[in-house]
C-alpha cells in the first residue's frame, strides 16, 4: 500500500471516531436533559452516559498532552500501546471499535 492511501485511511478512521464520538456525547446531552425533566433513566440510559463521559475524559487525557507537552506528539502512541499491552485502555471506545472491526489489534 502507498503512503497516500495509508493516510487516507488513517484520516478516514481518525474522522469516523470523531464522528462516532458527536453522536455520542449528542445522545449523553439528550439523556441528561431526560433526566433533569423527570428525574430518572434507564439502567441502559445510565450505562451510555458512564461510558461517554469516561471516553470524554479519555479524549482530553490524550489530547492535551498532545497540545501542552512540546514532543508529545511522539511519546503518546508509544505511551498508548505501552498500555494497551498492559490491558489500560487509553482511547475512546468510538476509536477501538473501528480498530476491532477493520481487523487491527
Not at 487516507?8 to 439523556?31: M, N, R, V
Not at 500501546?81 to 485502555?89: L, R, T
Amino acid at each position: 500500500m502507498n503512503i497516500e492511501a495509508t493516510i487516507e485511511a488513517c484520516a478516514h478512521q481518525f474522522l469516523q471516531g470523531l464522528k462516532t464520538e458527536y453522536d455520542g456525547d449528542k445522545e449523553a446531552l439528550l439523556i441528561i436533559r431526560q433526566f433533569i425533566a423527570s428525574g430518572k433513566i434507564t439502567a441502559q440510559q445510565e450505562h451510555l452516559l458512564k461510558t461517554q463521559l469516561a471516553d470524554s475524559l479519555k479524549i482530553l487525557g490524550v489530547g492535551i498532552p498532545l497540545v501542552l507537552i512540546p514532543g508529545a506528539s511522539i511519546l503518546m502512541p508509544i505511551l498508548i500501546k505501552v498500555a494497551a499491552k498492559h490491558n489500560i485502555e487509553l482511547m475512546p471506545s468510538a476509536f477501538t471499535d473501528l480498530d476491532n472491526s477493520s481487523g487491527k489489534q
